[in-house]
């Protein structure tokens, strides 16, 4: 039984690992116009590819829910353009993308997947409207190059050959308890 606890416990330890908490880590906070805008950017550091802003607006303490909200990224004009996933290499027609709250888990944010389509510095501009009220905040940001894809997707690399040997070590147990028995 002792056994159990341990391999739940090292199971535990590197879920906690592996999980990441919603919003990303702050790039911003300000207050514009009696706004204030918190602007969370996940993954951290920014990298080549999909990423997820998350805008936190709020009146005083309040939250605000009804505010229009949209993200535009520009890189400097020195930079070319680099290797994108597939999902992130179709043009969306424009240069702005709405943050909205429904692609949020948490219902509190306006969130966006921006493509972020080179390393360097670059500038992300968050709008917020809200009761006719406008404020714009800008966001200096280092976008790092794109994670070579064995290092990008290594948790879904190592997944098969894990549950594999989770698999043998169980059939391994159940045949030992069998010959004890």
């Known amino acids: 039984m002792k056994r159990r606890s341990h391999v739940f416990f090292a199971f535990t330890l590197l879920a ?5 908490a919603d919003g990303g880590a702050i790039l911003a906070r300000q207050t514009i116009n009696g706004l204030g805008l918190t602007v969370f950017a996940s993954p951290a550091p920014l990298r080549v590819g999909p990423v997820d802003v998350s805008v936190l607006v709020q009146e005083g303490e309040r939250t605000v829910l009804d505010a229009t909200v949209e993200v535009a990224w520009s890189a400097s004009p020195s930079s070319s353009p680099e290797w994108m996933p597939p999902c992130c290499a179709m043009e969306s027609g424009t240069a702005k993308t709405p943050a909205v709250r429904a692609h949020s888990n948490n219902r509190l944010l306006y969130s966006a997947i921006v493509p972020m389509r080179s390393s360097g510095p670059s500038e992300l501009v968050i709008r917020v409207a809200q009761g006719g009220r406008e404020a714009l905040l800008s966001c200096d940001v280092e976008v790092r190059p794109h994670l070579p894809a064995a290092l ?12 594999i040997a989770g698999f043998a070590l169980h059939q391994n147990l159940v045949k030992s308890r069998q010959k004890g028995d």
């Open 16 to 20: 906690a690992v592996c999980c990441h």
């Open 152 to 163: 990008a997707f290594w948790p879904w690399l190592v997944l098969p050959p894990v549950a």
